[in-house]
């Protein structure tokens, strides 16, 4: 068994295998002397409202609560992810959809940027009184000033619920992205 001792550690006094001639060891650690020094870009966003969404509507999804934005990158008042830097993120959000009308539906979310479709998921729904949370994401090459934003439509009317954090209740709606490199 290797023991290490450091010195003026007082945790460390117990070291059975240290020796009288035994070395000091010295750890450095460099938490951002290379040049990078600040945090990466990274916002989530919570929605507060009850949003009606009409059958077969292709609809921009609010997310008017800022939980925490790193780098001041998302717009609250439009719900806009506004990338100031290039290179490569990671892109979220999930929502929770209540129909109408008790029958079988199709949900869909979209990741939109500049207006393009660039991620979705797809989600038949089948147990009725229940209800769906979908949730899309991808990891995305996107530029300085490009417009990142979250759509949905269902086969069904319904409502996309707020975002709760209630023992017993599940609705997770929101959205969130942080830079990768």
Not at 15 to 39: A, M, Q, T
Not at 47 to 62: C, D, G, V, Y
Request: contains cysteine.
């Amino acid at each position: 068994m290797k023991t290490y001792h450091y010195k003026n550690d007082p945790a460390s006094t117990f070291y059975p295998n240290h020796k009288k001639d035994s070395k000091d060891i010295n750890i450095h650690v460099d938490c951002g002397g290379s040049g990078r020094n600040r945090r990466n870009p990274a916002f989530r966003a919570l929605k507060t409202t009850i949003q009606p969404l009409a059958a077969e509507e292709f609809a921009k999804i609010t997310f008017e609560q800022e939980q925490f934005d790193i780098g001041n990158i998302y717009n609250a008042g439009s719900s806009t992810f506004v990338p100031r830097e290039s290179g490569i993120y990671y892109v979220a959000a999930s929502f929770t959809f209540g129909p109408d009308e008790n029958v079988p539906y199709r949900t869909r979310a979209d990741i939109v940027v500049n207006g393009v479709t660039v991620q979705v998921d797809n989600d038949y729904w089948n147990q009725l009184g229940n209800l769906n949370v979908i949730n899309v994401s991808g990891v995305l090459q996107l530029q300085a000033g490009d417009l990142v934003e979250i759509f949905g439509t269902s086969s069904t009317a319904g409502v996309i619920f707020s975002e709760v954090e209630s023992p017993g209740l599940g609705y997770s709606t929101n959205f969130e992205a942080f830079k990768v490199s």
